[in-house]
């Protein structure tokens, strides 16, 4: 008896300290990915952009929000309802100083003061002056937004349309500075290009603009001035809702199918399938970190696929952030649009 109970006071101890031996560390992720804070906006965090110390929302029912990073500790300072819906996506030109929002009845442009901290003073009434309070594009079926600089004063805003009548819209924003020096307005000029589909998410790279079609897949577009060419249109296997130009490769977030990966031939003027990937969660929205795609995958968090071989893209790692919508990568911070509202990871390479 005397010799039985060292051997099972031995055996015991190993379990246990096999028990408690802590999980390896994972050295094949090609980066290191940490949670910093997260934001709580007050309603879903739909969408999110970010430049310099400023957070832009897209918080739903609780409007267009504008946050600041002092030194670690984030404040709101800024939010505003634009209409009666509540806001789905936006966008921000720091060069121009404007801010787009769309709500569920339609888009939305304003002008943002130096800071970015608010809108400008410029919305004053003056005798002299015609300042609009604000200018509208798009419709209550807008979905997405691109845009493409073509000097200080001319802004091209590509937006895309569920409505199967009003096709890719794409809209020249001209700069005035007429009456009072030093303050602005925006005259919008739309003109649609017709696509035969509905339009989901969209990407421009200078004239170069690609559009998701939901079941019909991506189309491919060349857009210059009031003239556009359709280069290519493409199927997928699954349910095309959100596109990403990165170099000379087209990925698409194909919803259940995972992304598809094309690349971009000819002169810029065809698409060739070059391979697809698949992962554990519904693939919404793309967002790029160097070589790394960004995925937000709905209730599956956020999955990042190694794209340094586009022919052979790979899962480098999933993150737990609940239900995303979109994503916003601001050098090496990932801004995750949440439903627990802006989740701030920081994300480096091993």
């Not at 051997?7 to 999980?23: G, S, Y």
Request: include cysteine; glycine fraction near 8%; hydrophobic fraction near 40%.
């Amino acid at each position: 008896m005397k010799r039985i109970i060292p051997a099972v006071i031995i055996l015991l101890t190993f379990i246990l300290t096999a028990c408690l031996k802590p999980d390896p560390i994972d050295t094949n992720t090609a980066a290191n990915v940490n949670l910093v804070d997260v934001i709580e906006t007050g309603g879903y965090a739909r969408d999110v952009s970010g430049h310099g110390n400023k957070i832009f929302v897209a918080a739903s029912a609780a409007g267009t929000q504008i946050w600041e990073d002092a030194n670690g500790s984030v404040t709101q300072v800024f939010s505003h309802q634009f209409g009666s819906a509540s806001a789905t996506a936006l966008r921000v030109e720091p060069e121009y100083k404007l801010i787009l929002s769309v709500s569920k009845d339609q888009g939305y442009l304003r002008q943002l003061n130096s800071e970015l901290s608010g809108f400008d003073s410029v919305y004053v009434n003056h005798p002299n002056v015609l300042i609009w309070e604000s200018e509208h594009f798009g419709d209550q079926n807008t979905q997405d937004m691109a845009s493409t600089r073509i000097n200080d004063s001319l802004l091209v805003l590509y937006n895309t349309d569920t409505d199967l009548g009003d096709g890719l819209r794409y809209t020249f924003l001209n700069r005035f500075t007429e009456g009072l020096e030093g303050y602005y307005y925006w005259e919008a000029n739309t003109i649609k290009k017709y696509t035969g589909s509905k339009n989901y998410g969209i990407d421009a790279k200078g004239s170069l603009v690609a559009s998701s079609h939901g079941e019909l897949g991506v189309g491919l577009y060349r857009i210059e001035h009031d003239h556009a060419d359709t280069l290519g249109v493409m199927d997928t296997r699954g349910e095309a809702l959100e596109v990403k130009l990165f170099e000379d490769y087209l990925m698409v977030a194909d919803n259940w199918a995972g992304m598809q990966v094309f690349s971009i031939v000819a002169g810029d003027s065809s698409l060739s399938h070059l391979a697809e990937i698949e992962m554990g969660g519904w693939v919404k929205h793309i967002s790029m970190w160097n070589d790394m795609a960004v995925l937000s995958c709905g209730e599956n968090g956020i999955f990042l696929v190694d794209m340094s071989d586009p022919g052979v893209p790979r899962v480098d790692q999933a993150i737990d952030a609940g239900y995303t919508y979109s994503t916003f990568v601001a050098e090496d911070m990932i801004l995750a649009a949440t439903r627990e509202g802006v989740k701030r990871y920081h994300i480096e390479s091993r």
